[in-house]
């Protein structure tokens, strides 16, 4: 395999095993569609451009994420962004979810949405991204006990909001 | 020694998918744990599906088409290259502004962050920003109360003596209004400042501190109940 193939089959490699997931991340994060579109873009166009520089392979993840956070804190530095309509970002079909299921979700995402920043991006790298804790700890550069309270904070808030949007007055009653 | 149901809790929240062979054996310990760990499986579950969104079809292809591109995705390179030299004077200029490290007090620090961009940030404020001042003021776990947060016309970060801040512009009945909040920055509280056409105020908070600045004309000590009781704790990060 010539240099150039195999930095484009390295480069495949790294978009099938991380695309989606970037996707979703960045989508979370910013809340619209075209800047996650573009995030995940320029993710990977860095990483191209730098694939030469990744020598670990395992590390590539990690690699991947902290590119795309820092594309994502310099479009916050231009401008805010704002999460568009909540239901732009929120799917509403779903079809493999029974009709009470899809209503918990969509109360699910909407509440992630309203999380403040500093419990949601740890929330996301660890469901979205598979992220450990001491993982989490490193990208954001907190301590592993801050990140454990973080993410403690991240789901019962998210479990008081379904409590205060529920259909019931008990939020266990609703898992 | 066995693991309390509180520490069992907060371990769960933080990762219920924790391996730990102790955590594991406190799940199992007994029909409390056992119970809590079942309604933070399904938690976990509905958190899946929820973030589970679905990626558009052509994102694949445009990633994997990158290599053969000889720009960036939607760049168009003369614009930037225009832009380029500006932005390098600009970038420069506010670099060596932000690591300014001549603010002998938080009254320099007040005067010279004016100077900087106060005037172009009163000139961008009629923007909707609802939406992003809680968002913002909660990294600093702190929030605006309506009577503030309506008036709120642009909100950014910024930096403070102290690490980063938020700076805002308000539509007050005074007209517009800077204010830039300070998290861990201590003030002498109600102390007044002047410099060039501007009047400051400094503002002790319950969380951190504040600076009001306006013209002369705009009295705007009047505005120090207002930015006092409305920039408060979140309700129990303190």
Known sequence: ?175 | MSMNFSEFKRLLGADPRNRDPEFLRARASSAEFEKEAAEADRLEALLDRAVSLPVPEELMAEIRSIPQRRTGPRRRAWPLAMAAGLLIAVGAAGLIWQMNPSWGSVEDYVADHYRHDGAALLARADGEVADEVQSLLAEFDVEALPALAGIIGVIKYCPTPDGKGVHMVLNSERGLVTVIYMPDTPVTDRKAITFDDREALLVALKSGSAAIIGSPQQRISDLYALIQGSIVPIPGTT
């Open chain 1, 1 to 175: 395999m010539t240099n150039e193939a195999d930095r484009q089959a390295r480069f495949d490699e790294l978009a099938s095993a991380y695309g989606t997931d970037l996707y979703r991340f960045a989508m979370w994060l910013c809340g619209d569609d075209a800047l996650a579109k573009d995030l995940v873009q320029e993710t990977y166009l860095r990483a191209w451009k730098a694939l030469d520089k990744l020598k670990d392979r395992g590390a590539a993840k990690s690699w991947l994420i902290t590119i795309l956070r820092r594309e994502y804190a310099r479009t916050f530095e231009r401008k805010v962004p704002k999460f568009t309509d909540v239901d732009a970002v929120v799917v509403p079909e779903d079809s493999e979810l029974e009709p009470d299921d899809r209503v918990e979700v969509d109360m699910l995402r909407r509440s992630i949405l309203t999380l403040p920043p500093k419990y949601r991006e740890p929330l996301l790298l660890q469901v979205v991204m598979g992220y450990s804790c001491a993982e989490i700890s490193r990208e954001l550069g907190v301590s592993k006990s801050a990140v454990m309270t973080q993410l403690f904070r991240a789901r019962e808030q998210l479990k008081a909001r379904l409590q205060k949007d529920g259909v019931t007055g008990n939020v266990h009653e609703l898992f």
